[in-house]
């Protein structure tokens, strides 16, 4: 060490390294602590777009979206944090929105906060849906965030998917001219053997025309019915219905009729016959089922038992040579192209979905619900990853040789056939149970009230 004090040009040396190591780590302390041009040039922006939000209930919203900008290191305009939008406006497209949202105000909120009334409300007016179906301008909506903040703060357990349509230049008309077609109803005449009837497309709400009155050979027309009722055609139109024909055989003699709306006395016959029970002078008609003409019934329950159904999109390229369209049914219980369940269960998150067929079969069943389907009984139906379950029973004729009711066996069966009607495009997955049909009982008064039917003694 005297030595290198001794030695001045050695020390000046070691001094200078000193120095220039010291300016070195502080010019990198400024470098790293100086903001960076991206920072520097970051640029708040603010757009107006415009959101389409369908549930059922079908709502616009206008709102600004605020985002920041910077330049990439080519001088571009890049994204450089996400946006945050707030409702400016908004519109109450259809009935089902007028009637479930006129009480709310989403002026100022933001939009996820908007997105969850939205949801929550059509889910308290018992809104069955499977997805949020979303048409908007802005490219800049995030879905997956967006999923999150709904997952979080929804009161309900959360079983929805986003299905966001972006188009630079929105379609207005196309919008709402595809919701007045989903809004268009069919009003279906059954004439019951009379001369055919043409049905009538009413829009949501409006009336039907009443029609020219059938003609039947032997009887005179009474008037059309729902669900065994006199049908007012000033009732506004809101689901499918089907009007019933109700007739009145022309009388032959003074004793053989009376008008259909004269009192009758309460009948003290039994509901199960005697043997000396005389055949019918008014037989079984779709409005009109006689008790003295002893029919026997089943029950048939049916379902998707220990299985669903779903309209999946891609599974005969996931499983070639298993599936086919016509009668498809997979599982091993089926008697061709037989998918055990663990193939299917290998591959089911690569299975797509047809999510607007899930929508309509939705609201469809719904619907069904809500009406009284002579001879159906007990729908019930869940929906959950995609996959339907539902059961319900029907009743059937019952008859060993002819069937001597065939028109009326038919009719008992139409809420069996809207049903398989709602998931004739879908695709089945039966997993071996279930049950057969009950023995033949003889219809009584108590069976036609739980299969919503028309029945007396006559």
């Known amino acids: 060490m005297k030595k290198i004090l001794e030695n001045k040009k050695l020390l000046a040396i070691i001094i200078g390294v000193i120095i220039l ?5 502080v010019s990198l302390i400024l470098i790293n602590n100086k903001p960076s041009k991206k920072e520097d040039k970051k640029v708040q922006k603010e757009e107006i777009h415009t959101m389409y ?8 919203l206008t709102y600004k979206e605020s985002l920041f900008t910077c330049e990439d290191k080519n001088g571009n305009d890049i994204l450089c944090s996400d946006g945050t939008g707030t ?39 018992n809104v069955g849906f499977e ?25 309900y357990e959360f079983s929805y998917d986003i299905y966001v349509n972006f188009e630079e230049h929105i379609d207005e008309d196309e919008i709402v001219k595809d919701e007045e077609i989903n809004n268009k109803f069919l009003v279906n005449f059954n004439s019951d053997g009379g001369s055919k009837v ?8 409006d009336k ?30 809101t689901k499918d219905i089907t ?27 039994p509901e199960k016959p005697t043997e000396d029970s005389k055949p019918s002078k008014t037989p079984s008609s779709i409005s009109k089922i006689n008790l003295n003409d002893n029919i026997l019934v089943q029950v048939i329950y049916s379902g998707t038992m220990c299985g669903w159904k779903s309209f999946a999109t891609n599974l005969e390229t996931l499983f070639p040579g298993y599936v086919k369209y016509q009668g498809i049914e997979l599982g091993e219980l ?60 029907y009743l059937v004729i019952y008859y060993e040789n002819e069937n001597p009711f065939e028109e009326l066996n038919n009719y008992l069966m139409q809420g069996d056939k809207q049903i398989k009607d709602i998931f004739k495009d879908a695709y089945s997955l039966y997993g071996g149970c279930g049950t057969g049909p009950d023995d033949p009982q003889l219809l009584t008064k108590d069976l036609c009230n739980e299969y919503n039917l028309t029945c007396d003694r006559w």
């Not at 519109?91 to 100022?108: H, M, P, Q, S, T």
């Not at 997805?131 to 009161?155: A, G, Q, R, V």
């Not at 043409?198 to 709400?205: W, Y």
């Open 21 to 25: 190591v010291i300016i070195g780590v």
């Open 53 to 60: 939000v369908k549930i059922n209930p079908l709502v616009k």
């Open 87 to 125: 409702v400016m406006g908004y519109e109450l497209i259809n009935d089902d929105a007028k009637e479930f949202y006129k009480d709310l105000d989403f002026n100022g909120k933001y939009i996820g906060e908007v997105l969850l009334m939205l949801c929550e409300t059509a889910r308290d007016n």
């Open 131 to 155: 997805s949020l179906e979303i048409t908007t301008d802005s490219e800049h909506f995030n879905k997956e965030e967006m999923l999150d903040y709904l997952k979080d703060n929804s009161k």
């Open 198 to 205: 043409e049905s009538q497309t009413v829009n949501k709400g």
């Open 208 to 237: 039907a025309s009443r029609p020219s009155d059938p003609v039947k050979e032997g009887y005179d027309f009474v008037e059309w019915q729902l669900d065994g009722k006199t049908f007012d055609f000033n009732t506004q139109i």
């Open 243 to 269: 009007l019933e024909a109700l007739w009145k055989q022309k009388e032959i003699d003074k004793d053989e009729t009376t008008d259909k709306k004269e009192e009758k006395p309460v009948d003290p016959t």
């Open 334 to 393: 089926t008697e061709y192209n037989q998918l055990p369940y663990d193939d299917y269960n290998k591959k089911e998150g690569q299975i797509e979905y047809d999510i607007n067929k899930e929508n309509t079969a939705v609201n469809e069943l719904n619907a069904l619900k809500n009406q009284k389907i002579p001879g159906l009984n007990g729908l019930e139906y869940s929906l959950e990853n995609h996959h339907f379950k539902y059961s319900y029973d």
